[in-house]
């Protein structure tokens, strides 16, 4: 019974990395079922035993590669005091996520209104940025202002880092440098005393 429950995992397992690698080149809309079962080498009734729907293996592909690809720790963020500071290093923990992770970024954002489930597990990608932007936006303290938080709202956006790094040949962390400093030109008026607060 344990070899037969090892093997089950075994195939578990090569089921769901077919599905993550099939994601990450064709995107969730364009994979189908039967495609994930050539591809990991079983039947399709082999296939459906393990997930009866596209939504269960959706669900575990995504828990499998966030696993291997843990997003960046936003709650640590609210430990670094200063402001320009914070703002740096946290974009460009982002940006490098972002990085190694676009091939993949790139077609769940294209299929999240496709794909149902592509969809509802997303969301959870969508919430944690909305939870950096409250982050950021806190550690300034009396130096926020409508443009401020549009403008961080704005940087935190893959498309942005897709724009600036990948599109228009800037490294992370010069990226993130340059976003600070527009950040910080915002936060002033043209006397150098900071925005009132919103």
């Known amino acids: ?15 769901t990395e077919s ?3 099939l994601h990450q080149t064709l995107g969730p809309s364009q994979t189908t079922m039967a495609a994930v079962a050539e591809h990991a080498g079983v039947q399709r009734s082999t296939l459906y035993r393990h997930f009866p729907d596209e939504a269960a293996l ?16 936003v709650g640590r963020w609210s430990e670094i005091a200063d402001p320009h500071e914070q703002l740096v290093l946290s974009l460009t923990e982002l940006y490098t996520w972002y990085r190694g992770t676009g091939a993949m970024l790139d077609l ?7 794909v149902p489930a592509v969809g509802q597990r997303f969301a959870a990608f969508h919430a944690r940025l ?8 806190a550690g300034r303290g009396d130096r926020r202002s409508a443009n401020v938080s549009a403008l961080i709202r704005l940087a935190l956006k893959f498309e942005s ?13 010069p990226a993130a440098e340059l976003i600070a400093t527009l950040v910080a030109a915002t936060s002033t008026d043209g006397d150098g005393s900071t925005t009132a607060s919103v």
């Open 1 to 15: 019974m344990k070899q037969r429950a090892e093997a089950q995992a075994a195939t578990r397992l090569r089921i």
């Open 19 to 21: 599905a993550v690698e």
């Open 58 to 73: 959706f669900s575990s592909c995504s828990a499998h590669w966030y696993a291997s690809h843990p997003p960046p720790d």
């Open 108 to 114: 769940l954002i294209r299929d999240e209104t496709l």
């Open 130 to 137: 909305d939870e950096a932007h409250h982050v950021l936006l």
């Open 161 to 173: 880092w897709r724009a600036l790094c990948r599109e228009g040949g800037l490294q992370d962390q």
